[in-house]
């Protein structure tokens, strides 16, 4: 079992940053791949940043804005430039390595709570 419990969320006007966390406790040390994933009303969860011990990967919509990292037990989301369109809950996931695609949520198998974040224009 892992416990993902997420932080940092909030508003902030276009152009500002934000910095989320997700702290991870339990058997983190099967868990190959964490990921960010968002949400918002009334849209599908979208998968938007993933990382594995060797690589990371990105959706184009946050390339080159945001940035995810990982430091013993606590994923981050450093997220700058940001536009309306980043309103969402954002939630933090973990699974095994496997040959999935690194977006699909449906393969994730431990989800933190989400946090909002608004961004206004």
């Known amino acids: 079992q892992v416990q993902l419990v997420e932080s940092g969320g909030g508003s902030v006007q276009t152009g500002g940053s934000l910095r989320l966390s997700c702290a991870a406790s339990?058997?983190?040390?099967?868990?190959?791949?964490m990921a960010w994933f968002r949400q918002a009303p009334g849209m599908e969860r979208d998968g938007i940043a993933s990382?594995?011990?060797?690589r990371t990967n990105y959706a184009s919509s946050v390339m080159g804005r945001f940035t995810i990292t990982k430091a013993d037990n606590t994923l981050y989301l450093q997220m700058n430039s940001l536009k309306p369109e980043d309103s969402a809950v954002y939630s933090c996931?973990?699974?095994?390595?496997?040959?999935?695609?690194?977006?699909?949520?449906?393969?994730?198998?431990?989800w933190g709570q989400g946090t909002q974040v608004t961004v206004s224009s």
């Open positions: 996931a973990a699974r095994r390595l496997s040959g999935l695609p690194w977006n699909q949520a449906s393969s994730f198998a431990y």
């Open positions: 339990g058997d983190t040390d099967s868990m190959g791949r």
């Open positions: 990382i594995t011990f060797s």
